[in-house]
């Protein structure tokens, strides 16, 4: 059974600074593109990065040049560098990962991040 686990999520500041995680486990089968979602309160969820297996990058307009998502194919994991916060960044960060010959996917249980003074 594929699990993602997400942390890194928190309170921060306008202007600061927050890093997620996410582990994909609980599989051999090859893990394709991975990446992070965002649901704030009455919005539907969004894409905010994805990163494929050939670490192929791709960011919503929104987070661009403020967030960085990185990744590590040996360890099944995935970082995202989150700069500059702001409070329309507060939302619930899901991480979603395509895993296997029919690129199932699998989402993580979230991780809030609230962006307040």
């Known amino acids: 059974q594929v699990q993602l686990v997400e942390s890194g999520g928190g309170l921060a500041q306008p202007g600061g600074s927050l890093r997620l995680s996410c582990a994909a486990s609980?599989?051999?089968?090859?893990?394709?593109?991975m990446g992070w979602y965002r649901q704030a309160p009455g919005k539907q969820r969004e894409l905010v990065a994805t990163?494929?297996?050939?670490?192929?990058?791709n960011y919503a307009d929104s987070v661009r040049d403020r967030f960085i998502l990185s990744r590590d194919g040996a360890k099944n994991m995935i970082w995202l560098q989150m700069k500059s916060l702001k409070p329309d960044d507060t939302a619930v960060y899901y991480c979603?990962?395509?895993?296997?010959?029919?690129?199932?996917?699998?989402w993580g249980q979230g991780t809030q991040v609230t962006v307040s003074s």
């Open positions: 979603k990962a395509q895993v296997g010959r029919w690129r199932t996917d699998y």
């Open positions: 609980g599989t051999s089968d090859s893990i394709f593109k």
């Open positions: 990163i494929s297996s050939e670490h192929v990058t």
